[in-house]
């Protein structure tokens, strides 16, 4: 089978990006000719990755957007990876509906979070959107929610015509049915087990707890720092890997910005802390307790995180009320304290992940629904 796999970055690099490029990897390797057409925002690291497996990978730009369109009918199957070109989305889904599949890792939160969160988009975005649209005089509200406007009238028309959809939990399926009144089958994420090293040189002397993700308010970043501060003198660092908006925002005794990280410090902050925090808010899924489970490696999750489904409280992680900074305190201080707890959890995590969660796994299920 032939496979055209579509995505589009907005603005930075991080889990549905790199799913992308495992499903491209993961495709492959049941013997399917995959290309990934990729538009929006790419870095060095990701054009490494791309190197470094191989993978069949074009940019899409004005210049070359009406030929792609047009060789799409040599494929078999058009893959629409989490987000995409909402624009070019609407015309391939036009003209090759029955080819196309929407995985869907998330619906877009600045066109939606007004339903699923019941919250102001602005507040969130504003920050993005200015960055994003570079013209001072554009970058205000009233113009956001003209865009936001424009991308949900198509995208509901677009969506509304897509052959089959898959989300990756049941949560994003119950946002897809009560948004698009469509139904789904839910296929959950998975990781490369190869990408993770083992035995790796430790960065951090100091005994450590470690968040990795974007510095928003959606990651929670900011109630995860106050929890730390309030665990009183314990002997522990709190290392954050990442960037984002709230970068700037975030300091405190005890506390390492490690910034971005590549992937052989990524393994060696895994492999070296002692349980990962990552109570994020209004989560569909989210890979980091699957990586840090490589490692054996407990992770503390949000209770309404669709990472719940597969990693049982109390027996793979250690659920939390994502707004209750008491909560996430108390969490951290049961697994600080208690080291069988620590490696029963982690144990636990490694064997799910390795046997359920393992991309050639995931791949395999969606080729099995896709027929």
């Keep these: 089978m032939k496979v055209a796999i579509f995505h589009h970055a907005y603005g930075r690099i991080g889990g549905a990006e790199i799913q992308t490029l495992y499903h491209s990897i993961g495709f492959s390797h049941y013997n399917h000719e ?139 399926a119950k946002q897809i049915k009560k948004i698009y009144g469509r139904e789904s089958v839910v296929v959950h994420p998975g990781i490369m087990l190869e990408e993770f090293s083992m035995r790796n040189k430790r960065l951090i002397d100091d005994k450590y707890i470690l968040f990795v993700g974007a510095l928003t308010e959606r990651k929670n970043i900011k109630r995860v720092v106050k929890a730390f501060q309030s665990l009183g003198p314990k002997g522990v660092r709190l290392v954050i890997v990442g960037t984002g ?37 209004a989560e569909a899924f989210g890979t980091v307790p699957l990586e840090a489970a490589i490692y054996k490696k407990p992770s503390i999750i949000s209770e309404d995180s669709g990472l719940t489904e597969v990693f049982g409280n109390m027996t793979e992680a250690i659920h939390v009320n994502p707004w209750s900074i008491e909560d996430i305190k108390t969490a951290m201080e049961v697994l600080l304290n208690n080291k069988e707890l620590r490696h029963e959890l982690g144990k636990n995590a490694q064997k799910k992940t390795i046997e359920q969660l393992n991309i050639y796994e995931v791949c395999r299920k969606i080729l099995d629904y896709i027929g």
């Excluded at 910034?259 to 808010?281: D, I, K, N, R, W």
């Design 34 to 172: 995959t290309k990934v057409f990729w538009s929006g925002f790419i870095n060095n690291n990701l054009r490494k990755f791309i190197a470094k497996y191989g993978i069949n990978f074009e940019t899409i730009g004005v210049e070359n957007i009406g030929k792609i369109l047009n060789s799409l009918s040599d494929y078999d199957l058009i893959f629409l990876d989490h987000h995409t070109n909402p624009v070019l989305t609407y015309f391939i889904v036009k003209k090759y509906k029955e080819k196309t599949v929407w995985y869907c890792g998330d619906v877009f939160g600045p066109i939606y979070d007004d339903i699923v969160l019941e919250s102001e988009p602005w507040e969130t975005y504003k920050q993005q959107f200015k960055k994003l649209v570079k013209i001072p005089l554009l970058g205000n509200k009233y113009v956001f929610n003209l865009f936001r406007r424009a991308y949900r009238f198509l995208d509901q028309r677009t969506i509304k015509k897509i052959s089959k959809i898959i989300a990756n939990s049941n949560k994003v």
């Design 245 to 281: 908006p709230l970068y700037n925002q975030i300091s405190g005794k005890n506390i390492t910005l490690f910034g971005p990280a590549s992937q052989e410090e990524l393994s060696s902050l895994y492999e070296h802390c002692e349980f990962v925090v990552y109570p994020t808010m």
